[in-house]
């Protein structure tokens, strides 16, 4: 069993749809938790960052994590034809050389 | 802002040969990493370093090497290109290893192998 799970898809919805996007994990010992977007032909970026249990918003974006139920969760909210990406979740334990552990990545199309 | 680049964006290599993926960084990153990405298998890490000449395996290093001679230089090596190594390759870097420790990865080299 990979230690971060994630659906890779994919996933098709309507422009203006509110999109969820998930990831489940076996290592408790996960503290921090990122999503990372990848356009076509390029390489991922961060988009949203969180540390342990809770939620952050971000514009259109809200990433959450509950780590009781080793589950994180990212929505788009008013989804736009540019959010079309694949969205990576990551997540790190404390330490550990800085290394993140990836899912496999979901491809989300938002048609007009 | 943080640069990663990679030496080529496409690279055809036959069998046997071997080859060499370069990345550079510029802002002075203590940690470097070398990701390949396969439809269906997400980003898996190869290699990773977290000092100059200091290396560490990931998850699948069979049939790669790695070169961190210089900080902001972490170059890939496949001995004997195969055919299975076809793949799009992810270089990436971050600052240190505590907190956010945020990942800046490059464009990605696509290398064919025939």
């Known amino acids: 069993q990979k230690e971060v799970e994630q659906d890779p898809g994919p996933l098709s919805v309507p422009e203006g749809a509110i999109v969820s996007l998930n990831c489940t994990y076996s290592?408790?010992?996960?503290?921090?938790f990122m999503w990372y977007r990848q356009y076509s032909r390029k390489g991922p970026e961060l988009l949203m960052y969180?540390?342990?249990?809770g939620n952050k918003e971000d514009g259109r974006f809200t990433a959450q994590v509950d780590k009781s139920s080793k589950y994180i969760s990212l929505f788009i909210r008013d989804s736009q034809p540019s959010d079309s990406a694949t969205y990576l979740c990551a997540m790190k334990r404390g330490s550990t050389l800085g290394r993140l552990y990836f899912g496999r990545g979901t491809q989300l199309t938002v048609w007009p | 802002d943080v640069k990663v680049t990679q030496s080529s964006r496409y690279l055809v290599k036959r069998t046997g040969e071997k080859v060499f993926l370069e990345c550079v960084q510029d802002m002075d990153h203590e940690n470097m990493f070398w990701y390949r990405q396969d439809p269906g298998l997400g980003l898996r890490l190869i290699y990773f370093s977290y000092d100059v000449k200091m290396k560490e395996k990931g998850d699948i290093p069979e049939g790669y090497s790695v070169s961190r001679e210089k900080k902001e230089r972490f170059s890939l090596i496949l001995e004997s290109a195969s055919t299975n190594q076809t793949s799009m390759y992810l270089c990436?870097?971050?600052?240190?290893?505590?907190?956010?420790?945020?990942?800046?990865f490059g464009p990605g080299t696509r290398l064919t192998v025939t």
């Open positions: 990436a870097s971050s600052l240190g290893t505590g907190g956010r420790n945020e990942q800046y």
């Open positions: 969180t540390y342990s249990s």
């Open positions: 290592n408790s010992a996960f503290q921090y």
